[in-house]
């Protein structure tokens, strides 16, 4: 009998959280396509009992029976490398796998490493796109299928597909439409470039602009900014790692707000810094109504952070 997997490409994918599921899943259900092997993130501790968890594309790869290699660190890790070139993979697909790749690794397979990247490159480069695509305003953003170099995002491009960004879009729920867009256009332009059909282009490399890496501390709101770019970044930073203030001392996340108008009715509802806030959560405690949290309050004033008190 014939072997299915004789004419297929080997594919390694390297990648760790939600985002990079359906993209993966897209691969293994691809019939040019075989995954020989996932390298994700380490299980680490999660939420407030500190469970160890396996990342989301560690869990798909098990039900898919498929290799996992859960490295700490890739550069001058020479078991790695070698198991890695053991696979003799024709192609790394990478989405947001959270490691650096050194050009050893880069150089393993014939036809080099593809990143999903989820903005509309040369825009948006770097940790976090899609938070700044909501933080800037931006009416689109993407995903970029690249052909990775030494240099980060900075490689050839495949393809693009662009989605337009709705006003209340959040970062989580942008993120699962921009993954389901990635599953799509890489599927779309993996096999022709692999079968030598399609050209990556060189990117305009000056209208390139950056993100930096999220901390946790990331969302203090600023209420000297407008109302309007407040209201993005409560949106930008959900569910990670949440707009927060603090008010009478006490550090209380901000998850859902609108901009307030002249019918707003400050009677019926939380009304702070032009804004409507429609959903908090106290340190310590569960999420709220705006209104049920500012019921509680004998007044609401904002404080500085502890530290600057």
Not at 229 to 234: K, V, Y
Not at 287 to 305: C, H, L, N, V, Y
Request: proline residues 8%; hydrophobic residues 35%; without cysteine.
């Amino acid at each position: 009998m014939p072997n299915p997997k004789k004419n297929k490409y080997k594919v390694v994918f390297l990648g760790t959280p939600q985002f990079a599921v359906p993209i993966l899943e897209a691969l293994i259900n691809h019939p040019k396509l075989e995954v020989t092997a996932v390298f994700t993130q380490p299980d680490r501790p999660v939420g407030r009992s500190h469970e160890i968890t396996p990342p989301p594309v560690k869990k798909l790869a098990l039900e898919s029976d498929i290799k996992i290699v859960q490295p700490h660190k890739l550069k001058n890790n020479i078991e790695i490398i070698h198991e890695l070139a053991l696979l003799k993979p024709d192609v790394l697909v990478v989405a947001a796998y959270g490691h650096i790749l050194p050009k050893i690794i880069l150089d393993i397979p014939r036809h080099g490493a593809i990143n999903v990247h989820a903005s509309i490159l040369p825009k948006h480069r770097g940790a976090s796109p899609i938070t700044q695509a909501i933080l800037d305003g931006d009416k689109e953003t993407g995903v970029s299928i690249m052909r990775m170099d030494i240099e980060i995002d900075h490689g050839s491009v495949l393809g693009i597909e662009k989605i337009k960004i709705d006003s209340k879009e959040t970062k989580g729920s942008l993120e699962e439409k921009l993954a389901k867009l990635g599953a799509e256009a890489i599927t779309k332009y993996l096999p022709d470039y692999l079968d030598g059909k399609l050209l990556p282009k060189e990117q305009e490399h000056h209208k390139a602009t950056w993100t930096s890496l999220l901390s946790g501390d990331e969302g203090l709101i600023d209420w000297d900014n407008e109302p309007e770019t407040i209201e993005r970044a409560i949106r930008a930073y959900s569910p990670w790692p949440s707009a927060y203030t603090f008010i009478n001392n006490k550090r209380v996340k901000i998850l859902e707000a609108e901009l307030s108008n002249e019918n707003s009715d400050p009677n019926k509802e939380f009304i702070l810094g032009g804004l409507i806030v429609k959903k908090v959560q106290p340190e310590g405690k569960k999420e709220m109504s705006g209104t049920d949290f500012a019921r509680g309050q004998k007044e609401i004033k904002i404080t500085p952070p502890p530290r600057l008190q």
